[in-house]
């Protein structure tokens, strides 16, 4: 069992910078994959960013590419989410997601445990 707790999340203006983390618990941290994703107020949840065990085999969506970075700390229970040059359209709340495998992936099905997010507002 692992439970996953956001934080990080704000209000900014279009162009500024966030660092998103989400803590684990559990001592098998490392053995799960990790992913990000997003829903924005009327829409459904998207997929963002995905890392394997080790914080490789990156996958990010076409909107965040080059603009978000996934990393993650495994000595930490710890992964996280630095989103620059933030937009307008990134406005949602953000969730975090583990799998049990040691790759990521972009699909919502294949992720066993979510936290309860935390929310990203960007302004004009």
């Known amino acids: 069992q692992v439970q996953l707790v956001e934080s990080g999340g704000g209000l900014v203006q279009a162009g500024a910078s966030l660092r998103l983390s989400c803590a684990a618990s559990?001592?098998?941290?490392?053995?799960?994959?990790m992913g990000w994703f997003r829903q924005a107020p009327g829409k459904e949840r998207e997929f963002v960013v995905a890392?394997?065990?080790?914080?490789?085999?990156?996958m990010y969506s076409d909107s965040v590419k080059g603009r978000f970075t996934i990393s993650r700390d495994n000595a930490k229970n710890t992964v996280f989410l630095q989103m620059n040059s933030l937009k307008p359209e990134d406005t949602a709340l953000y969730y975090c997601?583990?799998?049990?495998?040691?790759?990521?992936?972009?699909?919502?099905?294949?992720?066993?445990?979510w936290g309860q997010g935390t929310q990203v507002t960007v302004s004009p």
């Open positions: 997601a583990a799998r049990q495998y040691f790759s990521g992936s972009r699909l919502e099905s294949e992720y066993h445990y």
């Open positions: 559990g001592r098998t941290f490392g053995s799960y994959a």
């Open positions: 890392s394997n065990w080790f914080g490789g085999g990156t």
